[in-house]
Every structure is written in structure tokens, then in C-alpha cells.
């Protein structure tokens, strides 16, 4: 199982607002790392969608929101479209061990 | 526009090697530290490994350390990975990515390649 804990899937209407969360511990989202959230198209590689935790690179359409609260993170879809059906995956760093950049297992969320 | 184009997937036996290429192309590559990430259906997205942008420094996942290495030759711009004694477990897309932020332990992946697959089978 994944470091990072995500719900395997969410649903929601077109115009309804969805929040995707990832869960770490003491050693990742805990420790002060940062967490991004990527999105992943169906056929394509993972996009930056937020990174910094609520930080939008530009071309990200203002609909999507990232923020962070001790252990965990969340990502915030409003307004959903149909486009905007994907799978998407929050990343951290976490320090346990030797160390090593670590990804939740990913959401579907579907429209 | 910034590219990154993976290449040197394929069908390989368990126990042999492979060695993937990602050549970058619209951005100074020789300032980027360089990641690659797999994904399998099974277990998500796992990073691989990293090389700071002059390649003095490497760094690997526990399930690739002593068998996987990353390089890259910086007048040519681009990324290696050699992947010896590869397993089944190893069967996945590989994808470079670009490091992201100031702060190494707080990188983004910005952007991906297209990936290539790599099948490891008899």
C-alpha cells in the first residue's frame, strides 16, 4: 500500500464541488514537506495540477485548489466538467528510511 | 516547449537489462536535477531514482538500489537509466521528469515524458 492514502475514487455532478484527501504521517506530510497534486488523463502522462501545496502553475484553470492541515492534504475540484474526469495523485517527500519522494495510490474521479 | 521523449521500452527476460534514454529538448537540462518515476497498474506511481543536474549526486528507491542507474550526459541532453537483473516486479511504464522547487526534498515533477513500457517475461 501506498505512504500517502487516498480514497480510490469520488463522484460528483457537472457544477458540484469534489475534495480529493491524502493522508501521511509524522514522517512525510507531518514533517513539513510539501505535497503537489497531479492529474492523469486517460492514455497520458501525470500533469502538475498544484504544487506547493496551493500553488497553480499556469494554464491550471482557478477551479482547482490545493491546501494542507498537519498529516494530511486535500485537493479541490469546483465547478467539475466533464474534462476534468482523471485520475489524480498527490506526491510528497517522506524521511523514514534512506528517504525517497512518495505518491498516493491515485483517485478516479469520475463525472 | 519543454519535452522530454523516453525511449528503450520493450519485452526483456527476467534477469537481463534494458537501458532507457530520455532525450530533453527546451530547457537548459544542464541546470535540472532528473528524475524517473514507473507506474504499474497494481502499485501506482513509484519514484526510481534522481541525478542533480551535474550528475554528482544519485539517489534510489529501496526496490531498484544496487541493481538500477541513473546517468546523464549533459552536452548530448540526455537521461539514462541501465536496469540490470530486472524482474517481473519491475514490469511498468518508465517516466523521466523534470525536478521542480529550490528545495530538493520538496521537488515536483514538472513535466513528464510520454513514458516507454518495459515488460519483463519470459
Known amino acids: 500500500q501506498s505512504v500517502l492514502t487516498q480514497p480510490p475514487s469520488v463522484s460528483g455532478a457537472p457544477g458540484q464541488r469534489v475534495t480529493i484527501s491524502c493522508t501521511g504521517s509524522?514522517?512525510?506530510?507531518?514533517?513539513?514537506?510539501?505535497v503537489h497534486w497531479y492529474q492523469q488523463l486517460p492514455g497520458t502522462a501525470p500533469k502538475v495540477l498544484i504544487y506547493d501545496n496551493s500553488n497553480r502553475p499556469s494554464g491550471v484553470p482557478d477551479r482547482f485548489s490545493g491546501s494542507k492541515s498537519g498529516t494530511s492534504a486535500s485537493l479541490a475540484i469546483t465547478g467539475l466538467q466533464a474534462e476534468d474526469e482523471a485520475d489524480y495523485y498527490c506526491?510528497?517527500?517522506?524521511?523514514?528510511?534512506?528517504?525517497?519522494?512518495?505518491f498516493g495510490i491515485g483517485t478516479k474521479v469520475t463525472v | 516547449q519543454v519535452q522530454l521523449v523516453e525511449s528503450g521500452g520493450g519485452v526483456v527476460q527476467p534477469g537481463r537489462s534494458l537501458r532507457l534514454s530520455c532525450a530533453a529538448s527546451g530547457f537548459t537540462f544542464s541546470t535540472y536535477g532528473m528524475h524517473w518515476v514507473r507506474q504499474t497498474p497494481g502499485k501506482g506511481l513509484e519514484w526510481v531514482a534522481v541525478i542533480w543536474y551535474d550528475g554528482g549526486n544519485k539517489f534510489y528507491g529501496d526496490s531498484v538500489k544496487g541493481r538500477f542507474t541513473i546517468s546523464r550526459d549533459n552536452s548530448k541532453n540526455t537521461l539514462y537509466l541501465q536496469m540490470n537483473s530486472l524482474s517481473a516486479e519491475d514490469t511498468a511504464v518508465y517516466y523521466c521528469?523534470?525536478?521542480?522547487?529550490?528545495?530538493?526534498?520538496?521537488?515536483?515533477?514538472?513535466?513528464w515524458g510520454q513514458g516507454t513500457l518495459v515488460t519483463v517475461s519470459s
Open positions: 506526491q510528497s517527500y517522506d524521511s523514514s528510511l534512506s528517504g525517497s519522494y512518495v
Open positions: 509524522s514522517s512525510n506530510i507531518g514533517a513539513g514537506y510539501d
Open positions: 521528469a523534470r525536478g521542480m522547487g529550490s528545495v530538493v526534498k520538496d521537488t515536483w515533477f514538472d513535466p
